[in-house]
């Protein structure tokens, strides 16, 4: 193994010399601790080096070990329900071997050595194969079956394969080309920073529905898109992402803890597990794998668990699965990349973050989408990308928040004003958008229901008119509306209330089909509907407001699945209600007693105030 | 093997540049003697080839040029520990302060510790008792969270912290908390005002002290959380005690950081605070917790003072950012003479769904909580509109509210400095409240609660 020199040791970045012959993103070794550490800059023979495990007690004159590979991941069975840390090393295994504490220079592989798989082929001797081509397959949990894929740059007949019992270092196949024989195992290796190939880009036109309403049904992000979900601390980030790695309608996730706190991982630890995938019914983790590189662990670590997160994702993608991928938080990554930045003495741009920040940002996000992939049989996978940002003090003019702004297609602002309100999921309707929504119209007005967006245009336009009128409340009060527009602000009140806050800890409320939430929402606006009706009838507003059916409409979103028609019904119980109070109450206000209510049917010269001002 | 130079080369601010050095390593601890003969400690920050840049903890007054000596001592700082630290006083670095015999060690251990590794937490979830019942009843401590008080200068936060320490107690178990406290250029009249409670409440012998303050050297803080963390995992990790950490003032903390990055030449970050201010907090507050199979636990409270009252200040943020939740003490509540002026509103325990409800606190807790918020959301909400309209503005029904949030105020956020609620008489009082207003407007209690609690009486 080829050696340098240490010359400097300055926090995570170490330079050294006699490195002639390495090239950039290189991992070394360093010192007899045998740290991990990738080449991040070269001149002449000097490297500078960012070292993944905690440096101190490194000085000069100590060791360099060169490896001359880049810094890869090891893919195979086994991935699912691992723990890895940013650069792969299952934290678990770490634990059995090295206590609670995690130390440096451990040596483990990522993919379990001594568990063997059953491989079962899928082409047979004789057949000709490329890269990409599927020549077999491991059950590797209950929901997922894992393709074994022939590894880019090979190619040939197949001159061997037998199904059986394997380790994923064992020989399953045998490729012959004219020049050479190729033996494959499961497990190939792939540089964490060089995207997988994949055969064709397609246009996102499928919803990743997520369970959650504000977002399924305002704000959709599709299978193979990417969004983003900037806010201050507190405001609900990983709270929206573990709903989304429980809830969305993904066939594998991949969970990145960038920098954030250790009890969240604990967290997605301990419940994964226990929790039902609503589809198949079988537990979330079984689909789950996680990358922990949690605020205290070393920061260089943090920048590579992105790459080590989507390199998974995309090897998932190439078997042709709907994968998720959430990044908790891409902030922390940025501030690591921002940290080793200036140990390199490089020029700095905005807040010290360095000038390549958003060239990094857009080509993470880039790694996402909807494909075709390398190989037969023909396979379509998407890779949607979910990424929280953490701007300091929330403030949204934050380089990380506008480098990911000028790539993803849905935002969702998180608001502390709407959190401070207990307001959850505190995605504010009014600054959030999604630029997916038309691209996928067609496929959800077609599955759910025709008016799908329809209604869900509907309950955006009273919300704006809300914050509108909520203007003029603020000046003036809410006596100087007409009962028409104090509608409008009821009708808006039950879509926040009743339709968009949705509960993340509560058994039920926190996952919603899209049937559920199609039904619940027009509900908010049956009743808005009939009500304006009642109103312009001359049914009073006070008696409006205190329908009692009011309380169950609050109610749906307790209502399990299952029990769908309590809901629906609603529908008929609207209907009643109203015919009840249209009979009685044009007879009250016939009969004047309403007098202490100011509501009623506007007089001319009350209209007419209002328009002079 | 120790080294020791005379070769300083350069003296700024509270570093040092000590050139011809072989075999310095990063992070290592140094010992510079001034011509005086006055002993200073440091450690490296950064070695290239020869030239060693080194941080000098009790500042550079003294040092020369010419005739100092620094000596490298070849490991990294640590600290000796032992479950006899327990009702010492120590100085900022950890050397006993009290007059009191040095301790004698059971381990030496590095005060960075090493990271705990995240398979191997334990989620918190045991209900910690403070008998306020705006922490008990609102934002619910939990053992093994971090939960810090922001507060501002001329706020009671050093009256509230004392009060936990004072009272909090794992219902239905007998252990004790020990406490750990870290203060970090506090004044004398403050630390003492946390020794008299200690020594009052005859908590003093469950205590280790570490005092850094205002009047001493400012680089040593930054050692200060590590020293007593390093302490702290050690009785709660080795000894199994439960340890409830203090740390006073962050504020101050952060300050020493800033001045060694300045005087590194970094490029500063916000307000000129370092960029990696984030990690550097998180390598600290991430600390605490519970870990698998350990008796013990750390639970976090760092009190730090909000620049302005600004909670978009850096430290407050990257805290807030780290920490899980927040305890937010409100000026306007506190000229309100309402007392611990908790702002309910702003502040929050990310971790109290996991520690309320059926055989932690009660089973109404969670609704009543709900409730509560919204009701007193409410009442804010009508205060406002009276302040512009008038209160005759307001509707029957936000006359209510307005009264609740009075109320709410009074009697539920405001108590003694010596009251100690349990967390039934917190939850009874959260309920006599509701019963102001109307039972319609409880739509965030199931019905089964409301029969049973709202109604009786
Ligand atoms: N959908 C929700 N339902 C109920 N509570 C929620 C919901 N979303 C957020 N919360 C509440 O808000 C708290 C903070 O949320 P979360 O931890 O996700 O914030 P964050 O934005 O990730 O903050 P940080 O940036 O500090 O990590 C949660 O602990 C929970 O109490
Ligand atoms: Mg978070």
């Given at each position: 193994?080829?050696k340098g020199?240490?010359?400097k040791?300055?926090?995570?970045l ?38 993944y ?7 000069p004159?100590e ?9 890869f991941?090891?893919?195979?069975p086994?991935l ?8 792969q ?9 090295t ?14 050595r ?13 057949d000709?194969?490329k890269?990409?081509d599927?020549?077999g397959?491991v ?23 037998k199904?059986?019992?394997f380790l ?18 499961m497990?190939?290796?792939w ?9 064709e880009?397609?246009a996102?036109?499928f ?6 309403r504000v977002?399924?049904m305002?704000?959709?992000?599709a299978?193979?898109?990417?969004a983003c ?9 990983t709270v ?7 809830w969305?309608?993904?066939?594998i ?24 995938d609503?589809?198949?019914g079988e537990?979330?983790m ?12 070393p920061?260089?670590?943090?920048e ?15 078997m042709g699965?709907?994968?998720a ?9 940025a ?6 930045s200036?140990r390199?003495?490089e020029?700095?741009?905005?807040e010290?973050?360095?000038a ?10 880039e ?22 940002v953490s ?10 928040v ?16 709407l959190a401070?309100?207990?307001?959850f ?9 999604s ?8 496929h959800?007005?077609k599955d ?13 336009k009273?919300?704006?008119q ?12 809410v ?6 527009d104090?509608l409008?602000?009821?009708g808006?009140?039950?879509?926040r209330?009743?339709?968009?806050h949705?509960?993340a800890?509560?058994e ?8 559920k939430?199609y ?28 329908m ?5 409409i609050a ?10 028609e ?18 009685s109450g044009?007879?009250q206000e016939q009969?004047?007693?309403?007098a ?6 506007d007089t ?10 | ?5 005379s070769?300083?080369?350069?003296v ?10 072989a075999?310095?390593?990063?992070e290592?601890l ?7 003969g ?9 070695v290239?080839?020869d030239k060693?840049?080194v941080?000098?903890?009790?500042g550079?007054s003294?040092i ?16 000796g ?25 059971e381990?030496?251990?590095?005060i960075?510790g090493?990271?705990?590794?995240p ?22 401590l939990?053992?093994?969270q971090k939960?810090?008080?922001?507060s ?6 050093n ?11 794992v219902?239905?178990r ?19 005002f ?22 001493d ?14 302490v ?30 300045a ?7 916000r307000r ?7 990690t ?24 730090l ?16 950012y ?9 000026r306007?509540l506190?000229r ?10 702003q ?7 996991k520690?309320?409800?059926k ?15 919204a009701?007193y ?25 307005l009264k609740f ?12 400095e ?11 009082l ?5 019963r102001m ?12 609660y409301l ?7």
């Open positions: 193994m080829r020199e240490i010359t040791v300055s926090g995570p170490v330079v050294a010399r006699g490195m002639r012959g390495s090239k950039m993103y290189d991992v070394v070794r360093v010192s007899e601790e045998r740290l991990v550490g990738e080449i991040i800059g070269l001149s002449s023979d000097m490297a500078s080096i960012q070292v495990e905690d440096t101190s007690g490194i000085g004159g060791i360099v070990y060169m490896t001359d590979q880049p810094l991941v090891e893919l195979g086994g699912i329900e691992s723990i890895y840390d940013g650069i090393r299952p934290l678990d295994i770490i634990r059995d071997q206590g609670d504490n995690i130390s440096r220079g451990v040596e483990i592989p990522a993919l379990e001594d568990k063997k798989w059953h491989f079962k082929p899928v082409v047979k001797k004789g000709a194969v890269s990409g599927l020549i397959e059950k590797e949990t209950v929901l997922v079956t894992h393709s074994i894929m022939v590894p880019h740059g090979v190619e040939g007949t197949v001159s061997a394969i199904e059986g019992e994923v270092t064992d020989t399953v196949c045998e490729i012959k080309s004219d020049k050479k024989v190729t033996s494959l195992t497990m190939q290796i540089p964490v920073r060089q995207p997988r190939p994949y055969r880009r397609l996102p036109s919803m990743l529905s997520t369970g959650q977002v399924d305002f704000f959709p992000i299978k193979g898109g990417t979900c900037p806010g201050p601390f507190g405001t609900g980030k929206i992402q573990h709903q989304l790695a429980k969305a309608e993904a066939e996730i991949v969970y990145i803890g960038c920098g954030e706190r250790g009890n969240e991982m604990t967290d997605v630890l301990m419940e994964f597990p226990e929790l039902k609503p589809r198949s537990p979330l079984k689909r789950t794998v996680l990358i922990a590189n949690t605020s205290n662990m920061v260089a670590a943090r590579a668990s992105v790459y080590t997160g989507i390199t998974i994702a995309e090897y998932f993608r190439d699965y709907s994968v991928v959430m990044a908790d938080s891409t902030s922390r990554w501030e690591a990349m921002r940290e080793i200036g390199l003495e020029m700095p741009g905005e010290g973050y360095p390549y920040l958003s060239a990094k940002v857009s080509s993470f996000y790694r996402a989408g909807r494909v075709k992939a390398v190989g037969t049989p023909e396979r379509e996978g998407a890779l949607s990308v979910i990424g929280a701007p300091p003090g929330g403030d949204l003019s934050d380089p990380v506008q480098a990911t702004l000028r790539v993803v297609k849905v935002f969702w602002s998180l608001e502390d004003r401070y309100q207990r307001h999921p505190a995605i504010s309707w009014l600054n959030s958008y630029l997916y929504i038309d691209d996928i119209a067609e959800v007005n759910i229901a025709k008016d799908f967006t329809d209604i869900s245009k509907e309950a955006m009273l919300l704006e809300e914050a509108e009128l909520q203007e003029i409340v603020r000046l003036i009060g006596d100087a509306l007409s009962p028409e104090r409008i602000l009821e808006a009140r039950s879509i209330e009743d339709f968009l949705q509960n800890f509560h039920i409320d926190t996952y919603a089909s899209l049937t939430q039904n619940m929402l027009s509900i908010c606006l049956r009743y808005y509907h009939q009500a304006q009706e009642a109103l312009a009838r001359g049914v009073a507003f006070s008696d409006i407001v205190g009692e059916v009011r309380e169950k109610r749906m979103k307790y209502q399990p699945e299952s029990d769908m309590k809901i629906t019904s609603l529908n008929d119980e609207i209907d009643t209600a109203f015919k009840t109070l249209m009979s044009i007879q009969a004047g007693e309403d202490d209510v100011r509501e009623g049917i001319e010269s009350e209209k007419q105030a209002r328009s002079a001002t | 093997m120790i080294k020791e130079y070769s300083i080369l350069d700024s601010g509270p570093l040092l540049l000590v050139e011809g050095v075999g310095a390593k990063y290592e140094v010992e510079i003697y001034t011509d005086a006055e002993k200073k400690r440091g450690r490296v920050l950064e290239d080839q060693a840049l941080q000098i903890f009790e550079s003294g020369d040029v010419q005739n100092c000596r620094v000596r490298f001592l070849g490991r990294t700082l640590h600290i520990v032992s479950d006899d630290m327990l009702g010492r006083v120590f100085d900022g670095l950890g050397r006993p302060k009290d007059g009191g015999p040095d301790v004698i060690p381990a030496l251990l590095d960075n090493a990271p705990i590794n398979t191997a937490r334990d989620y918190p979830n045991e209900f910690i008792q403070t008998g306020i019942s705006s922490i008990d009843g609102i934002n619910t939990v053992r093994g939960l810090p008080v922001f501002g200068s001329g706020l009671p936060h009256r509230v912290a004392a009060q936990i320490v004072r009272q909090s107690r219902i239905g007998e252990e004790q908390f020990a406490v750990v406290f870290g203060a970090m250029g506090i004044t004398f009249e403050e630390a003492n946390f020794i008299q409670d200690f020594t009052r409440s005859g908590a003093l012998e469950r205590v280790v002290l570490f005092l850094n303050l205002a009047d050297p400012a680089i040593e803080r930054v050692s200060t959380p590590r020293v007593a963390f390093t702290a995992e050690y009785l709660a990790f080795e000894k199994g005690l439960h340890i409830l950490v203090v740390l006073s003032d962050m504020t101050n903390y952060a300050e020493a950081l800033r001045e060694i990055s005087a590194r030449k970094e490029i500063p970050g000129g605070y370092p960029g990696y201010l984030y550097d907090l998180a390598s600290v507050y991430e600390r605490s917790g519970r870990i698998k199979e350990k008796k013990g636990s750390i639970t976090l409270i760092p009190i003072t909000m620049p302005e009252d600004d909670k978009t200040h850096p430290i407050p943020d990257l805290t807030g780290i920490t899980e939740g927040q305890i937010i003490l409100s306007s506190y309100k003479k309402v007392s611990p002026p908790v702002d309910v509103q502040s929050l325990s990310r971790l109290k769904d520690g309320i409800g055989g932690k606190t009660r089973e109404d807790h969670a609704d009543l909580f709900n409730q509560l918020i009701c959301a409410r009442g804010k909400e009508a205060a406002e509109l009276s302040v512009i309209l008038g209160e005759a503005a307001l509707s029957d029904l936000d006359k209510i509210y949030a009075q109320q709410y105020e009074e009697h539920y956020i405001s108590q003694g010596n009251e100690n609620r349990t967390i039934e008489e917190t939850l009874d959260g309920w006599k409240l509701l207003v109307p039972r319609s407007e409880m739509k965030r209690v199931r019905d089964a029969e049973k609690y709202y109604d009786k009486e």
